[in-house]
């Protein structure tokens, strides 16, 4: 038998039952969506997590003291307390690194930043001009501070949105207005542009910027460095940018082999990878309970099938008698049983278009559907239509012409 008629003789018979057939396809239906948007979320959910962690600096690596190390079994104190790094490191690092790119020390501190009448709680930054390179932060307006402003210790600034925001509030321009950091007057040059809150739900634009010496003499008072960034040439060297910068370190604070480290090198790298790896942990596991609803869906195709079957008993054993072979009635009925499990697949596929765009819409949550998800449900569907109606089709295929014939 041909196999148009198999698939005119398999539309005439859904036809038939519209809506018993519309019913069966419901169970593939709902699976097929659900499969789509909670892959389209656990998709979306990973790519802003990947933009937003990237949107610190992808080639960045962060050097922190470590904070467990004490000496004589002390307290342990905060990392911003340890004295570990010097500007002699950094100025090392700059000197014999060969897989970085730009490199800038830092130490930070908190206080009330204040303008005319306004005044802000906020976070002043010192760093060198390089920070903005390493962190591919551009800026708004006016320009940035130089090495000339880092030598003197200048008291410029360059201002976050959101403190911009809170201090200017009739929406004049900060450029060249002097704002008061506990106390300290600083001249604004410049206006960050805006960033958003990162992956961790921080505001990044709630910060002054300004150089890396006004804030360690001037405000802190300190001699050590809190922190220290840098940028590596590209991605695919940032593990030998961290290898190189380690064994840097080592030689400055004359570490011995077999010495743990008194410091720690971090890369976005390894911030993306475990958020991504948490995050396709969560996008396995939804599409696991939602794949649930596709195997139901299946259950159904085979529970109908077979009522299909019994129904049509007299009709089996009328084509048998005038010479239909068993394989023309197995695949009379698996094409059938297909074509619905097929046709559920095509509507579920847009069903969850639609449902991840409803998701993004109202609930304001990132949504990616790719094709591979596509894909794969439309050949799950396909699969669960073979495997599901194959019983109930072998089942038909199997029926003695006369014995059928006399069915009641």
Known sequence: MKFVNLFKIAMKALI??????????????????AVITMVAIGQGSKQSI????????????????????????????????????????????????QYISALSPAVQSRGQVIYAGANWPTTIQGVYPDYLAIRDWDLKSGI???????????????????VVDNLFTSGEDPVGKIVRFNKIPFKVIGVLAEKGENAFGQDQDD???????????????????????????????????????????????????????????RTQAELINTFSSTSQLLTV????????????????????????????????????????????ILLQFLVEAILISVTGGIIGVLLGILASQL?????????LVSQSSIILSFLVCAITGVFFGYYPAQKASRLDPIEALRYE
């Not at 129904?311 to 239909?324: F, V, W």
């Not at 993004?360 to 949504?367: A, E």
Request: glycine share 8%.
């Open 207 to 265: 910060i002054i910027i300004a150089p890396f010496s006004t804030v360690q003499k001037r405000i802190l008072a300190i001699t050590w460095v809190q922190n220290i960034y840098a940028s590596a040439i590209d991605e695919s060297r940032t593990d030998d940018a961290v290898d190189e910068i380690s064994s840097i370190i080592r030689t400055q604070h004359k570490l011995k082999k077999g010495d743990q480290d008194d410091f720690m090198v």
């Open 16 to 33: 038939r039952n519209k809506m018993r057939a519309f019913l069966t396809m419901l169970g593939i239906i709902i699976g097929v969506a």
């Open 285 to 328: 596991l939804l599409t696991a309970i939602a794949g649930i609803s596709l195997v139901v869906g299946g259950i159904g195709i085979m529970n109908i099938m077979y009522v299909s079957v019994t129904e049509r008993t007299k009709e089996i054993g009328l084509r048998m008698s005038i010479g239909a072979r068993g394989i023309d």
């Open 359 to 367: 998701v993004t819409t109202f609930l304001n949550w990132p949504t």
């Open 144 to 162: 940035e501070f130089s090495g000339e402003n880092e030598n003197n210790a200048a008291k410029v600034c360059l201002l976050g949105q959101t």
């Open 50 to 97: 990947q933009d937003q962690l990237s949107s610190m600096g992808s080639n960045m690596i962060t050097i922190r003291p470590q904070s467990n190390q004490t000496v004589g079994g002390g307290a342990r104190l905060d990392a911003s307390s340890v004295q570990s790094l010097k500007v002699e490191d950094v100025n090392a690092i700059g000197k014999q690194a």
